[in-house]
């Protein structure tokens, strides 16, 4: 969600992620706020995120480079337990 008080990755789950940034949904700076806190997130470059489908959406669809999708589940899981 666009424009919350604080970014994080609130729940993994079947082949979703949501995630909170506190950047506007003006100009893609949600978007670029979403891909930095994946990458963050995951341990990976900026550069290996990229959203793939949905850019103007809510409901995006996201590759990353550099992980499998057991990995990056996993990495989310974590950390939405550190909360």
Known sequence: MPGS???AI???G???VRVRVTAPPEKGRANE????LL???LGVSQGA????????SRRKAVA????TTEEAVAR??????KG
């Open 5 to 7: 008080r604080r970014e």
């Open 10 to 12: 609130q729940e993994v």
């Open 14 to 16: 079947a082949g979703l």
């Open 33 to 36: 706020a979403l891909v930095a």
């Open 39 to 41: 990458a963050r997130s």
């Open 49 to 56: 995120v990229r959203i793939v489908r949905g850019a103007a």
């Open 64 to 67: 990353v480079e550099g992980v």
């Open 76 to 81: 989310l899981r974590r950390q939405v337990a």
